[in-house]
Nanobody, 123 residues
């Protein structure tokens, strides 16, 4: 069983930065692949970024490529999403998710989810 808790969300002006954290419990979490997703009001949940268990493979949605960076610290069971050059359209609840078997941008392939953290970007 894996439990995920996100933190680091908040209100920021356009052009600003935030760093989201995802704390995980479970001894085998280092072997899990991690994804970040987001859901804006009235919209479906969408893929943001994913990282392999080793950190050697990352993938990003086109909308965040070059602005967001996903990373992991297996020793401390942490995952991060560094978000720079934020735009109002980045406003959403951001979720951390975990799965085994490879990176994926398909949300329903993930087995474990955090409760989400709100990110609001003002113009």
């Amino acid at each position: 069983q894996v439990q995920l808790v996100e933190s680091g969300g908040g209100l920021v002006q356009a052009g600003g930065s935030l760093r989201l954290s995802c704390a995980a419990s479970g001894r085998t979490f280092s072997s899990y692949f991690t994804g970040w997703f987001r859901q804006a009001p009235g919209k479906e949940r969408e893929f943001v970024a994913t990282i392999s268990w080793s950190g050697g493979t990352t993938r990003y949605a086109d909308s965040v490529k070059g602005r967001f960076t996903i990373s992991r610290d297996n020793a401390n069971n942490m995952r991060y999403l560094q978000m720079n050059s934020l735009k109002p359209e980045d406003t959403a609840v951001y979720y951390c998710a975990a799965r085994r078997g490879g990176t994926s941008d398909y949300d329903r392939s993930y087995d474990y989810w955090g409760q989400g953290t709100q990110v609001t970007v003002s113009s």
